[in-house]
């Protein structure tokens, strides 16, 4: 086996949990190195959504430069292919004028996407997904979880079975080709014209935890239900059609709100639950996935 190339350019990825400290440590890492940060949040990037995402503060984005952050609309659906073709361009023209730069996120799709690129899937057929996205407003997850046990046992086995998003893209495939999407997934990596260091945060679980309780509760104090309710009247939103960016924790607990679904009590435990869940699923992942730094 040759050696691997030595890389004079380098991209330092932060990776963890939500609210394990992420963009405070990413901004310390960009001004030691001179350098800037592309995020690698799905959600950051819509310039229709700021308290629920965490999106980093005015002082923050002015203390480093920071792309890939409010750069998109809520209407204008990124994938994680889109993201790395988008970050991969960007990288290229930052390296002009620095040997490192900075990514950080948790979106452990998008960074694998730019770090080793994706397989190639069958292409997404609107129809189908819109019938599948009935289906499971319907049944919710349950709904989900029987017929993918059903149709893709191999993607049940040991996909992740608490996504919507990523289980609906399994049965979509399945109902195009008749094909596991695991079937589709060769492992094969794309090989990159830089250097990578991996750097996974974390912290015990009941301090993250306590540290995700008390970011909801901040975000409640900073106005996210305001927030919320502007982007139901502006877009005339509910809950049984969201856009897929909407589809995401802060947001569709305290759409349902609105509509009259859950009390704000409700909404607000509901928050906090699933965002422990998620950042659970985000540790699972990248310990799973990311390198050694």
């Given at each position: 086996?040759?050696?691997?190339?030595?890389?004079?350019?380098?991209?330092?990825?932060?990776?963890?949990?939500?609210?394990?400290?992420?963009?405070?440590?990413?901004?310390?890492?960009?001004?030691?190195?001179?350098?800037?940060?592309?995020?690698?949040?799905?959600?950051?990037?819509?310039?229709?959504?700021?308290?629920?995402?965490?999106?980093?503060?005015?002082?923050?984005?002015?203390?480093?430069?920071?792309?890939?952050?409010?750069?998109?609309?809520?209407?204008?659906?990124?994938?994680?292919?889109?993201?790395?073709?988008?970050?991969?361009?960007?990288?290229?023209?930052?390296?002009?004028?620095?040997?490192?730069?900075?990514?950080?996120?948790?979106?452990?799709?998008?960074?694998?996407?730019?770090?080793?690129?994706?397989?190639?899937?069958?292409?997404?057929?609107?129809?189908?997904?819109?019938?599948?996205?009935?289906?499971?407003?319907?049944?919710?997850?349950?709904?989900?979880?029987?017929?993918?046990?059903?149709?893709?046992?191999?993607?049940?086995?040991?996909?992740?079975?608490?996504?919507?998003?990523?289980?609906?893209?399994?049965?979509?495939?399945?109902?195009?080709?008749?094909?596991?999407?695991?079937?589709?997934?060769?492992?094969?990596?794309?090989?990159?014209?830089?250097?990578?260091?991996?750097?996974?945060?974390?912290?015990?679980?009941?301090?993250?935890y306590q540290r995700i309780n008390h970011r909801v509760d901040a975000m409640m104090t900073a106005g996210l239900l305001d927030e919320v309710r502007s982007l139901v009247d502006r877009f005339h939103l509910s809950p049984d059609q969201l856009p897929q960016a909407l589809q995401t924790v802060g947001y569709t607990e305290l759409i349902a709100h609105l509509a009259g679904r859950l009390s704000l009590d409700e909404a607000i435990t509901q928050i906090k639950t699933n965002s422990r869940h998620y950042a659970k699923r985000q540790l699972t992942w990248f310990r799973k996935f990311?390198?050694?730094?």
């Amino acid at each position: 086996m040759s050696a691997s190339p030595v890389h004079k350019k380098k991209v330092h990825i932060i990776a963890g949990p939500t609210a394990v400290g992420k963009t405070a440590f990413a901004i310390q890492k960009a001004l030691s190195l001179g350098t800037e940060i592309i995020s690698f949040d799905s959600r950051q990037c819509y310039c229709e959504l700021n308290i629920g995402v965490a999106r980093p503060s005015a002082d923050e984005l002015a203390a480093v430069p920071h792309h890939f952050i409010a750069s998109h609309s809520i209407f204008e659906p990124v994938s994680a292919a889109g993201f790395a073709q988008w970050a991969l361009a960007k990288a290229e023209a930052l390296f002009a004028d620095h040997d490192d730069i900075v990514l950080v996120g948790g979106t452990g799709l998008y960074i694998k996407a730019f770090a080793f690129g994706l397989d190639e899937m069958p292409p997404s057929d609107a129809g189908v997904r819109a019938s599948l996205q009935a289906m499971y407003n319907d049944g919710g997850l349950p709904w989900l979880a029987t017929t993918l046990h059903q149709l893709d046992p191999l993607y049940a086995a040991d996909g992740e079975m608490q996504n919507p998003h990523r289980m609906l893209r399994a049965l979509e495939v399945f109902q195009l080709t008749g094909r596991s999407i695991r079937s589709f997934q060769t492992g094969v990596l794309a090989e990159r014209p830089f250097g990578m260091e991996w750097t996974l945060l974390e912290m015990p679980r009941e301090q993250l935890y306590q540290r995700i309780n008390h970011r909801v509760d901040a975000m409640m104090t900073a106005g996210l239900l305001d927030e919320v309710r502007s982007l139901v009247d502006r877009f005339h939103l509910s809950p049984d059609q969201l856009p897929q960016a909407l589809q995401t924790v802060g947001y569709t607990e305290l759409i349902a709100h609105l509509a009259g679904r859950l009390s704000l009590d409700e909404a607000i435990t509901q928050i906090k639950t699933n965002s422990r869940h998620y950042a659970k699923r985000q540790l699972t992942w990248f310990r799973k996935f990311a390198p050694a730094g």
